[in-house]
């Protein structure tokens, strides 16, 4: 895909006028490990905190979004349930823990299921079909596809009404961006000619010179394309997932989850200017000022009121599972954004990291041999005791 057919899709404009309805959101990337998974859980966080009904279909075999929103309850329904159009998407809604978020599950059905559409008639538009007939009351339904081109993600792009691209700024993310833009394309000539580019998202985001060029190239070429929020580096994004618990409820005054409430903010601009020039979005303003939303998320995260059952975990005893309580927490990434602009100092100034790396090992060996002289007076004192004794004798 060209630089000038990124910028059509995303100019795309429909002639037809049709009813409000929600807004379809594929988060998809061919290479796996840049926080797919991580973008769609705080989008729908965020979107649902300003009073906007999501539904999070989760189309990833890994059922990790489905692990964030839904927890580890056995559940019959199933995502698979759709493409294999076994059932309607009214079926196989679930309610979440949280207020005003839906999800379609992932379970270990969907494992194989590839395998299984390859032989069907029309398998690339099961999704579509399964959502033709049906009237939902949602404004947002956010897709997490799985990191690879196979008949799932297909299936999400063609009912899509826009694509959001995350990727990290490494050579081989940027690679595998060239990859997902031919798919992109592909989908919209043959399959959804309305299907466009919502933007690029930069996550994962380290402040060094590599990712300075590799964001400056990809800005160059693509534009405003590009989100101008990046999503930084954080530790918390990890934990969260490791206890299951949405970032923007683990640690909501994270870097991390300021980016992603920040970027959900400016998606929605632009999303205004989209619904405003197109005309079909069930868009409505936000019921809750910004101010009030990241209050409310704050008193969530504070009181413990985002409890799930599943785990049984708490605000209150995640201290204790967690060794990093939310005062050591803030001491760490102080250290951390220390560390960060000493790193960045450091590369970009190489003279000053070697007259520091030759101090520290002057004096270094200016201690060795301070403690080597004391020891070896200490050592001859001791000498001189010992001859002494033996003279007594």
């Known amino acids: 895909m060209t630089l000038s057919n990124v910028h ?26 840049i926080s797919k998974t991580t973008t769609v859980v705080s989008m729908s966080i965020a979107l649902s905190s300003l009073g906007y009904k999501v539904l999070v279909i989760d189309l990833d075999s890994q059922g990790d979004a489905t692990r964030n929103l839904y927890g580890s309850r056995a559940s019959t329904k199933c995502a698979s349930e759709l493409l294999e159009s076994k059932s309607s998407v009214r079926n196989v809604i679930c309610p979440t823990f949280f207020p005003n978020i ?11 299921i590839e395998f299984s559409l390859s032989g069907r008639l029309n398998s690339q538009r099961s999704l579509h079909y399964s959502f033709d007939s049906s009237q939902l009351n949602y404004n947002f339904i956010l897709m997490d596809c799985p990191p690879a081109l196979g008949i799932v993600p297909i299936n999400a792009l063609a009912i899509a009404d826009g694509v959001l691209v995350p990727i990290t700024p490494s050579i081989y993310a940027t690679d595998a961006l060239i990859r997902t833009f ?19 998202l930069l996550c994962i985001y380290q402040r ?8 400056r190239d990809v800005r160059e070429k693509l534009g405003d394309a590009v989100y101008q929020k990046t999503i930084p580096h954080d ?17 909501p005054s994270s870097p991390a989850a300021n980016a992603y409430f920040d970027f959900t903010c400016e998606f929605l601009n632009r999303y205004e200017k989209r619904a405003a020039r197109l005309g079909y979005f ?22 413990g009121l985002f409890r799930l059952p599943h785990d049984k975990i708490t605000r209150k005893n995640i201290s204790k599972v967690n060794p990093i309580n939310q005062r050591t927490g803030e001491n760490s990434a102080t250290i951390a954004r220390l560390r960060d602009k000493l790193t960045i100092l450091f590369i970009e100034f190489p003279f000053l990291l070697r007259c520091c790396t030759i101090a520290i090992i002057l004096i270094a060996f200016f201690c060795v041999i301070a403690l080597a002289g004391y020891e070896f007076s200490f050592i001859s004192s001791q000498i001189d005791e010992i001859w002494k004794s033996v003279k007594l004798f």
């Open 182 to 200: 031919q798919s992109i394309d592909y989908v919209k000539n043959g399959i959804n000619n309305r299907l466009s580019i919502d933007g690029i």
């Open 208 to 215: 060094s010179v590599i990712s300075r060029k590799i964001e």
């Open 235 to 251: 530790e918390n994004a990890i934990d969260s997932s490791t206890f299951g618990i949405p970032l923007l409820l683990y640690r």
């Open 102 to 112: 839906d999800i379609v599950p992932s379970t270990s059905k969907m494992i194989g």
């Open 282 to 303: 069930n868009f409505q303003r936000p019921s809750i000022s910004i101010s009030g939303a990241r209050k409310n998320l704050m008193d969530l995260s504070n009181k």
């Open 8 to 33: 059509r899709t995303r100019e795309h404009e429909s002639q037809n006028i049709a009813p409000p309805r929600p807004y379809f959101l594929a988060v998809f990337n061919q290479k796996g490990g």
